[in-house]
Nanobody, 119 residues
Framework: QVQLVESGGGLVQAGGSLRLSCAAS????????MGWFRQAPGKERESVAR????????YYADSVKGRFTISRDNAKNTVYLQMNNLKPEDTAVYYC????????????WGQGTQVTVSS
């Protein structure tokens, strides 16, 4: 059974940093592009960043460009999201998934990790 476990969220003041991790088990995703998504209360889930299977190509939403960095360690089957200069509008539950473009290839979501940024 495929399992993606997101971790690393928490409460941080505006301007602070967090590093999220997404560990995959039950299946290797080393040949898939991976993406981070987020969903704020009352809003639709949105794509935040994605990375090619090799790690050589990355894409970011305009709202996080220059502040967030996505990376991966295929040996550990883990994807990371380094978030710097956090803003209150970054408050959301963050999820990861294997992607094709911005589409979740799994069709389902893990439990996510809560990020709360206080002003």
């Amino acid at each position: 059974q495929v399992q993606l476990v997101e971790s690393g969220g928490g409460l941080v003041q505006a301007g602070g940093s967090l590093r999220l991790s997404c560990a995959a088990s039950g299946r290797t995703f080393t040949r898939y592009a991976m993406g981070w998504f987020r969903q704020a209360p009352g809003k639709e889930r949105e794509s935040v960043a994605r990375i090619s299977w090799s790690g050589g190509t990355t894409y970011y939403a305009d709202s996080v460009k220059g502040r967030f960095t996505i990376s991966r360690d295929n040996a550990k089957n883990t994807v990371y999201l380094q978030m710097n200069n956090l803003k209150p509008e970054d408050t959301a539950v963050y999820y990861c998934a294997p992607v094709l473009g911005t589409q979740n290839l799994l069709g389902s979501w893990g439990q996510g990790t809560q990020v709360t940024v206080s002003s």
